[in-house]
């Protein structure tokens, strides 16, 4: 029987430790068990929301009004028993509650390519695939055949080829229709385990200088500015040798403005990373909010752009 907790607090399940409570809270660990949840919301005339590693969430300190769904649903499985071959890819079937690196750490131990550098990106696979997660120029989308969903509105599955996904960067069409991702397809080729391994190690530890152990933060807080959208006079204000792989990283702006080490109540800028926003132990909500606010309307009147959080904010209004 699926328990529903009162006023359950946020904070306990996000890694930036910060969020109020939810009205009510349910962690589901099969698809029936989403199911009665969603139902439940409607019978009740609550919203809902599902988190799954709380990875990439700022939450308002007062919580929200709904029924918080904690993705709970894990399972990894493969096609064919035999190992991968170069001219046989193998599908790779993921239930989205399970954990990112699970999946890495599955894909590495058979020999199967492609998801090696996504290593230490905290959260889910679901998490994962809503906002295209990514890093060291790998993303989840790279090998991915489908992914199936349940709609809540009408309880119905519905299955998403790649293509129908609208992958971009840090986007994909999941943030519009809001359909709760249930299994993840992928094809993977072969590789070696040792060289997989290895590389998953480097970014382990290029990881751990950026994200020491136990940081409470929500990875980067904006999205890096696609260079090609933006306007030749805008271009021209920022400092040459700043795009990389056609990104302008939005923590260079976010320096050049003076943000790196300022902070505001328990939120502070890593000294050594103006788009890493850290709770220093007693941040709140608001003071996050207060100092990202602050720091983007510096960025838009220097160089007339608006940076737009990666971090999802819930119950807050937009930034800018
Ligand atoms: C230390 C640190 C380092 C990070 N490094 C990176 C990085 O290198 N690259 C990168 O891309 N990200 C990075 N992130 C951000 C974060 O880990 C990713 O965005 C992650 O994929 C989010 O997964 P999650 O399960 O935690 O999602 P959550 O934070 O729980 O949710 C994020 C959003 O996804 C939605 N969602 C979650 N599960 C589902 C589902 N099953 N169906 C539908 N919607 C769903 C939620 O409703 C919410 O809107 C980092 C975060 C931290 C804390």
């Not at 894909?107 to 809503?130: D, E, F, N, R």
């Not at 933060?217 to 920022?238: H, M, Q, T, V, Y």
Request: proline share 5%.
């Amino acid at each position: 029987m699926l328990k529903f907790i009162d006023n359950y607090l946020l904070k306990n399940i996000t890694t930036l430790s910060i969020g109020g409570p939810a009205k009510k809270f349910a962690a589901v660990k099969t698809q029936e068990e989403l199911v009665q949840a969603i139902q439940y919301a409607k019978e009740n005339n609550l919203d809902y929301l599902i988190i799954g590693g709380g990875s990439n969430l700022l939450i308002a300190d007062e919580g929200v009004n709904a029924l918080v769904i904690k993705n709970e649903i894990v399972g990894i499985s493969a096609s064919g028993e035999s190992k991968p071959t170069p001219e046989v890819p193998v599908k790779v079937k993921v239930k989205s509650g399970t954990p990112l690196q699970a999946l890495v750490d599955y894909a590495i131990s058979h020999q199967l390519a492609g998801l090696q550098k996504l290593a230490g990106i905290p959260g889910t696979v679901g998490g994962a695939i809503y906002g295209n997660a990514g890093a060291y120029g790998q993303a989840i989308s790279d090998h991915l055949i489908t992914v199936t969903t349940l709609n809540p509105n009408n309880l119905t599955i519905q299955q998403f080829n790649n293509p129908e996904c609208r992958f971009g960067y840090r986007d994909s069409i999941f943030k519009k229709t809001h359909h709760f991702i249930l299994e993840v397809e992928f094809q993977l080729t072969a590789g070696d385990t040792i060289e997989l391994k290895k590389e998953a190690e480097q970014t382990l530890a290029a990881r751990l200088i950026k994200y020491p152990k136990g940081i409470k933060c929500p990875g980067s807080f904006f999205k890096n500015l696609i260079a090609s959208d933006l306007p030749a006079e805008i271009l021209a204000r920022i400092p040459a040798g700043k795009i990389v792989y056609g990104k302008i990283p939005a923590g260079t702006l976010l320096e050049i403005v003076g943000a790196k080490d300022q902070s505001v109540d328990g939120i502070e800028i890593a000294p050594y990373h103006a788009n890493l926003f850290l709770n220093t132990g007693t941040g709140t909500a608001k003071a996050f909010y207060t100092l990202a606010k602050e720091y983007a309307k510096k960025v838009k009147e220097k160089f007339g752009v608006i940076l737009e959080p990666e971090v999802q904010l819930i119950n807050l209004p937009p930034l800018l």
